[in-house]
């Protein structure tokens, strides 16, 4: 790859650079797709575990259903199980906007990404989709509504939350990422604070399926104390502004001796 340390690449190159990038995540997520489908079957088994407590069962309205499914569960798998090297590739790609001193932190930024990542896939299996199911469907019962999900419908309902809450996640690392690239800076995160919070409430609302508080707050209170972790994060690891220092050439004037002045 060309150097790009004095940063003179040019829009096509940029361009291109983006290209290589996207094909060097597609690769490990083949890759990951092709190991995940061998296992659908009991990943399928775990997703619809909500509904096996409810006691509704998954039905097929096409012959092809069940199938595509699992692809699209392996292709989500996929991605999860090659987000390391996803990162890295959005890391090698911003690099040269930072610092030497500051690319030191790809080990940090792929790790904790993926860590973030995996967090928030979870607290969404574990916490928001069993929450929003069980107001669903019990609300369709009290109607006298009998649920006939199809297994397509349920797992695009499961991936949605959960990788929604696995971007949402990483605005901690996205936050010190923009203040260590010099696009914003703690004082305006925390200045902004109000807004901040006024933002996660819509994108819970929309996100969230439900109308309940309950289930909105699932998701803005994990925004609200992961902005708040971005701030910090920002202020100890984001860039440092530089402070006005005197030119070493400047002239300096000395006193006049009163001797002199006379």
């Known amino acids: 790859m060309a150097d790009v340390d004095e940063g003179k690449m040019s829009f096509l190159e940029h361009l291109g650079e983006l290209r290589n990038r996207i094909v060097w995540s597609l690769i490990p997520t083949v890759v990951g797709l092709i190991v995940a489908f061998r296992f659908s079957d009991r990943i399928l088994l775990y997703l619809r575990r909500p509904l096996d407590k409810a ?8 012959p092809t259903e069940s199938f595509w499914t699992s692809m699209k569960i392996s292709m989500v798998a996929g991605v999860i199980l090659a987000m390391p090297i996803i990162l890295w590739q959005v890391w090698a790609f911003i690099a040269p906007g930072l610092h030497k001193h500051e690319r030191r932190f790809a080990g940090p930024f792929v790790i904790i990404g ?22 669903l469907l019990n609300f369709g019962k009290e109607q006298g509504i009998t649920p006939m999900i199809s297994v397509s419908s349920h797992v695009d309902f499961v991936i949605k939350f959960t990788l929604a809450f696995g971007l949402v996640f990483e605005l901690p690392l996205a936050l010190t990422m923009a203040s260590k690239m010099g696009l914003v800076t703690p ?18 609302a929309i996100l969230t399926p439900t109308p309940d508080i309950l289930n909105q707050s699932l998701m803005a209170g994990p925004l609200i104390i992961l902005y708040e972790i971005g701030i910090l994060s ?17 002239p300096v004037e000395t006193p006049t001796p009163p001797s002199e002045a006379a």
């Open 55 to 62: 006691g509704v069962n998954l039905v097929a309205l096409t």
């Open 187 to 204: 004082q305006f995160l925390a200045k902004n604070r109000k807004y901040a919070i006024l933002v996660n409430f819509v994108i819970a």
């Open 114 to 135: 993926s860590l973030l990542f995996v967090l928030g896939a979870t607290f969404a299996l574990l916490v928001v989709v069993p929450f929003a199911l069980q107001f």
């Open 234 to 250: 920002a202020r100890i690891f984001g860039r440092r502004s530089k402070k006005a220092v005197p030119a070493a050439d400047a």
